[in-house]
């Protein structure tokens, strides 16, 4: 047996998942015509994104981040959450 510590610390891939969960999103303001229904699953989207984000932030408040490229992604998460609620909202 090994005495050593499991490396828990945040990395890039702590940030993909809102990445992704934000696809739908775009895809809904992309290929379709907005209608009500399609609205609806953007924002829904949106909201996952928003709240994997926060996930996100609590594993980082509890373990840290490994190396710089976790807070390069977690920039870019953050800038495609809040670039797709300002094209939700307008």
């Given amino acids: 047996m090994t005495d050593t510590p499991a490396d ?7 940030w993909v998942v ?3 969960a934000l696809v739908p999103c ?4 992309i290929l379709t015509s907005v209608t009500d229904g399609w609205l609806v699953v953007a924002w829904v989207s949106w909201s996952l994104a928003a709240l ?3 996930a996100a932030w609590g594993t980082v408040i ?3 981040v490994r190396r ?3 807070w390069s992604a977690s920039a870019v998460a953050h800038g495609m959450v809040a670039w797709q609620l300002v094209q939700l909202v307008a």
């Fill in 8 to 14: 828990t610390a945040v990395s890039d891939a702590t």
């Fill in 18 to 20: 809102p990445l992704v």
């Fill in 26 to 29: 775009l895809l809904v303001r």
């Fill in 52 to 54: 994997l984000v926060l």
């Fill in 62 to 64: 509890r373990h840290g």
């Fill in 68 to 70: 710089a490229s976790g």
